[in-house]
């Protein structure tokens, strides 16, 4: 059974660009979420989709948006790109939209803002 | 709101030491308890959870148990090996919500 995937691996881009990064849950996983990883911020919660609406959204700033398909797929963008935004982005499926069922992680998009 | 508070790191032991990575949280209600596990250059893995008071959760010789009285979900291995060297998360979730609130992760490093 294929993990979460997630694309890609790395990417370096220039502040003041945008990105795009894609998300595949398990297959008949309908939640996904995204997380930020920062070795300062820990791991925040940027927004959750089920069923291709945005149930929940984190505290960040309106740059960071994202839209799942409507075959569970998911992207985030994030755009004008800042230094501060280099991190590790995480996907992250579940099969329900219980919150107790518990998740299956990517292995990551490592962003570097240079 | 909701928070996760683990003990600092890291944590260095000798194979087949015990382990204890503590864990408290605050929260309303019942939330649902997780320990993730990172190693290096990866994504999360569930390392084992629990969804009610005095559940115990197990995996791969880890343990937890849901504390509600004490608002603790340590985690303990009676043995540990060197493959057990990774980064730990304790986690909740509440609500209803799929939001995961994480801990700030608690390094381990287990020298042969």
């Known amino acids: 059974k294929a993990g979460v995937t997630q694309t890609p691996r790395y990417l370096i881009k220039t502040r003041g660009q945008q990105v795009t990064l894609s998300c595949s849950p398990i297959?008949?996983?309908?939640?996904v979420s995204w997380y930020q990883q920062t070795p300062g911020q820990g791991l925040q919660f940027l927004f959750e989709?089920?069923?291709?609406?945005?149930?929940n959204k984190g505290n960040f700033p309106g740059r960071f948006s994202g839209r799942q398909f409507s075959n569970s797929r998911s992207e985030m963008n994030v755009s004008t790109l800042e230094l501060g935004d280099s991190a590790l982005y995480l996907c992250?499926?579940?099969?329900?939209?219980?919150?107790?069922?518990?998740?299956?992680f990517g292995s990551g998009t490592r962003l570097t803002v240079v | 709101g909701n928070s996760v508070t683990q003990m600092e790191g890291p944590v260095t032991l000798s194979e087949e030491a015990f382990l204890t990575i503590n864990c408290t949280y605050t929260?309303?209600?019942?939330?649902?308890l997780f320990w993730y596990v990172q190693y290096p250059g990866e994504g999360l893995q569930l390392l084992l959870k629990?969804?009610?008071?005095?559940d115990k959760g197990s995996n791969k010789g880890f343990e937890a148990t849901y504390r509600k009285e004490t608002t603790s979900f340590h985690l303990e291995k009676g043995s540990v090996q060197v493959s057990d060297s990774a980064v730990y998360f304790c986690?909740?979730?509440?609500?209803?919500?799929?939001?995961?609130?994480f801990g700030k992760g608690t390094k381990l490093t287990v020298n042969p």
């Open positions: 992250a499926s579940s099969l329900t939209n219980s919150g107790s069922y518990g998740y299956t």
């Open positions: 929260a309303t209600g019942y939330p649902s």
């Open positions: 629990a969804t009610k008071a005095d």
């Open positions: 989709y089920f069923s291709e609406t945005q149930r």
């Open positions: 986690a909740l979730t509440q609500g209803g919500s799929e939001k995961l609130v």
């Open positions: 297959s008949g996983h309908r939640s």
